[in-house]
């Protein structure tokens, strides 16, 4: 058995061919775990697991996607009640497109939040760490940990 631990079948790039890339992948005998990175993209993968076999959903709010938005752990806790949906995600910190420190600042708040409901609900996450690069290295993986180290004992 094989999966796809992470895809995004769900996203408009495969808008023109989406059915016939999830046929092929279970024709071959591959699973696939739909990554949700936002509220829209959650409730799409969710909405593809619960119509397709072989496939499963994550719910989340990736450390990239608008900082202007709200984590709102209310609506991302229905989402992750729901039938198909097997882990939070994709959560984390990412400074490599993000290198402002106010921005990094609100991916760490962001993250915190998410962690939160991960505790509450004792589901399983899928972390996303992606350093700057460009003389930082390790800085993200560190924040990181301290984060993790934080939030659960």
Partial sequence: MIFDSHCHPQMAQ???DREEVIKRALEKGVFMICVGTDLETS?????????TEGTWATVGLHPNDNLNEKF??????ELLKMSKVVAMGEIGLDYYRTT?????????ERFEQQLWLVEK???PVILHSRDAGKGSAGKV???MINILKNNFS
């Fill in 43 to 51: 409730k799409q993968a969710i909405e593809l697991a619960q119509k």
């Fill in 72 to 77: 709102e752990p209310d609506l991302y806790e």
């Fill in 100 to 108: 402002d420190l106010k921005d990094q600042q609100i991916q760490k």
């Fill in 14 to 16: 495969y808008d023109k």
């Fill in 141 to 143: 993986h560190e924040d």
């Fill in 121 to 123: 609900l004792k589901i």
